[in-house]
């Protein structure tokens, strides 16, 4: 065989290795995007499905009651037709025609019967604590004799509703990544199966890396459980997990940003706080209180799934073709305060951090009593120093609250 033959075939070779690699990639860039398109189409149905399907439930239940009164109607009105025509045959249909427009005003007042009126509906609570005269305005040291750093702080008694301490606790702050308590809130209320999935996209790990956000370690096209995207969003903060959050319940942050500012309204809140983003990136109208906070706060401990995952000290992720072990997950906030001589047992906490607003975090403790308090702190010039406020803060109430 000749070398021009030899090259010729090799040649070949090359080009039908190549084509087939080209065809390869082309099926697999072909597979995701019937993924994504069918991934779309699921969340769309699942959104038409929360939003319309009380309506639905609620009409059939209007109908059931309507067809059931017209039968038992119908069946009376035969009894009464046939009485009144062995009565009197004269005044047999002026008398059909009385019973057939009772008839129509019974079946009216049926169809109506079992719809929520306004007073059936038990409205949403309003979280709301207040001073007293008992009410400690918090200074630069305290009783302790302990320098107090943050700036601005809350400390609340649930039982009461009483606000126990307090320093600028009205004055408007950036919460950070305290903004994804209400992202988790929010998500929790939208999400019925924990085990579904989503996946990861290019955009919010670049959304994640541009705007140098904290992030749980997600990678693109990662297929990820919802669960896990919970318990990314709090422990680390991860800005990745509460977007795909997001993206997964509304079908993009700034939809579900509306539905996060609709919940403020329902708390009450929404006069002094407003939020921009799901994840607490600084913004001029991105902002909050320390009252605030601790209300939202309050809200997410009513939330059997937010203080669940609030809760936890570490969570170790699924396997994913990404992460074969998973990815392990840490609370440092809680870890970190559990050292500290605290008196009562700091159970849930969520930190959060930008030049803005500086270190702060918002927690629920328990005392040896069983009283549950929420303290909430920020700006503080560093991380230990605001675990140190709210420690002192817990240890100096938590042992005269009994």
Not at 153 to 170: G, H, R
Request: a negative charge; hydrophobic letters at 35%; charged letters at 25%.
């Amino acid at each position: 065989m000749s070398v021009e033959s030899t090259e010729l075939e090799e040649n070949l070779q090359a080009e039908f290795s190549q084509s087939q690699e080209e065809t390869a990639r082309e099926r697999h860039r072909q597979r995701i995007e019937e993924m994504r398109r069918s991934k779309e189409k699921q969340m769309m149905r699942r959104k038409y499905m929360k939003k319309y399907a009380p309506v639905g439930v609620g009409i059939l239940a209007a109908l059931v009651l309507l067809f059931a009164g017209a039968g038992l109607l119908s069946r009376h009105s035969k009894e009464d037709k046939e009485t009144q025509i062995e009565e009197s045959d004269s005044n047999t249909a002026e008398g059909l025609k009385v019973q057939e427009g009772e008839q129509e005003d019974q079946i009216q007042r049926k169809a109506g019967e079992g719809k929520p009126t306004a007073v059936d509906l038990e409205p949403p609570k309003v979280y709301q604590a207040q001073t007293t005269a008992d009410t400690l305005e918090i200074g630069e040291i305290l009783q302790s004799g302990d320098v107090f750093y943050s700036q601005y702080a809350v400390l609340v008694d649930l039982e009461s509703d009483q606000i126990l301490a307090q320093k600028n606790a009205d004055t408007r702050i950036n919460p950070a990544s305290m903004t994804k308590i209400l992202t988790v809130l929010v998500a929790a209320e939208h999400i019925q199966d924990l085990d579904d999935t989503f996946t990861m996209t290019r955009e919010i790990t670049d959304y994640c890396y541009i705007n140098d956000c904290s992030y749980a370690g997600f990678e693109k096209e990662e297929v990820v459980s919802i669960r896990d995207l919970f318990y990314g969003a709090i422990l680390p903060s991860g800005a990745d997990a509460a977007v795909a959050l997001a993206v997964y319940v509304s079908g993009s942050q700034e939809a579900f940003v509306e539905l996060m500012n609709e919940k403020l309204k329902e708390l009450g809140l929404g006069e002094t706080t407003h939020f921009t983003n799901c994840v607490g990136i600084y913004g001029e109208d991105h902002y909050s209180t320390v009252y605030d906070m601790a209300m939202i706060m309050e809200a997410a401990m009513d939330n059997e799934l937010c203080r669940m995952v609030m809760s936890a000290h570490t969570y170790t992720t699924s396997e994913t073709t990404q992460h074969p072990e998973g990815i392990i997950l840490s609370n440092w906030f809680l870890r970190r305060i559990e050292d500290r001589d605290s008196v009562s047992e700091v159970v849930c906490g969520k930190t959060g951090y930008v030049t803005q607003s500086g270190s702060c975090a918002a927690s629920y403790a328990v005392n040896e009593n069983g009283k549950e308090f929420i303290c909430v702190t920020a700006n503080a010039n560093s991380g230990n120093r605001c675990i140190a406020d709210q420690a002192r803060l817990y240890k100096q109430f938590s042992e005269t609250q009994v």
